[in-house]
């Protein structure tokens, strides 16, 4: 199992650039997630998903769109990417959200926008 | 507000000295948490659950609901156990993660 791949793993954008970033997970979870991560500070939720068809707005939405046509794969777009969306973006997915259930993570995008 | 802190950025300690990575809380509800760890060129994982109260690599950590504290514990690190690590919560509101900014931990040998 490839368990949470992301694809790409690095991109370069300019300001006003739109992108599409791919997550799939080959677990069969229910739950998927993007989270963003910048220096000095904590993972933040962007979107998440509960299930095929859902979707719903976590911590930081703004600037963001996604969708979950299919369970095993969340997107997550930028219409006109900005310089302060430069962040290395991680996604995740988990069984359901009950308490101590694990979230297990992709390796991670690097995004630049200039 | 619910927050996550972890006052260390950067631990360095000794191969076989006592390793504390302290992890504060403030929430309002019924907390779970969590720690997670990024060893090098690795994705991030579960390391431990404060619900399975387990010992997973030698680390432990115990909730104290008193101190809103989840502090990860091993009584002798060794090497291997350089790496990033990351206390997250679980809001039972909305079960979303919280998580803490990271404390990177160096074993020298």
């Known amino acids: 199992n490839a368990g949470v791949t992301q694809t790409p793993k690095f991109r370069v954008l300019k300001t006003g650039q739109s992108m599409t970033l791919l997550c799939a997970q080959d677990m069969n979870h229910e739950y998927m997630y993007w989270y963003r991560q910048d220096p000095g500070m904590g993972l933040r939720l962007i979107h998440y998903s509960v299930g095929e068809g859902t979707t719903a707005k976590g911590e930081v939405p703004d600037g963001y769109n996604v969708s979950r046509l299919k369970k095993q794969n969340f997107l997550l777009g930028l219409e006109s990417a900005a310089p302060s969306q430069t962040s290395v973006y991680f996604c995740?997915?988990?069984?359901?959200?009950?308490?101590?259930?694990?979230?297990?993570f992709g390796p991670g995008t690097r995004l630049t926008v200039l | 507000a619910q927050r996550v802190t972890q006052p260390e950025k950067l631990l360095s300690v000794f191969k076989g000295a006592p390793v504390e990575l302290k992890c504060n809380y403030s929430y309002s509800g019924s907390p779970e948490l969590f720690w997670y760890v990024q060893y090098s060129r690795q994705r991030l994982q579960l390391l431990l659950r404060?619900?399975?109260?387990?010992s997973i690599k030698g680390f432990t950590a115990d909730l104290n609901k008193g101190e809103t504290s989840f502090h990860l514990k091993k009584p002798f690190a060794q090497e291997e156990d350089s790496a990033m690590y990351y206390c997250a919560l679980l809001m039972d509101s909305n079960y979303q993660l919280i998580w803490g900014a990271g404390t990177k931990l160096i074993i020298k040998p």
């Open positions: 404060h619900i399975s109260r387990e």
């Open positions: 995740a997915s988990s069984y359901d959200s009950r308490p101590g259930r694990e979230q297990f």
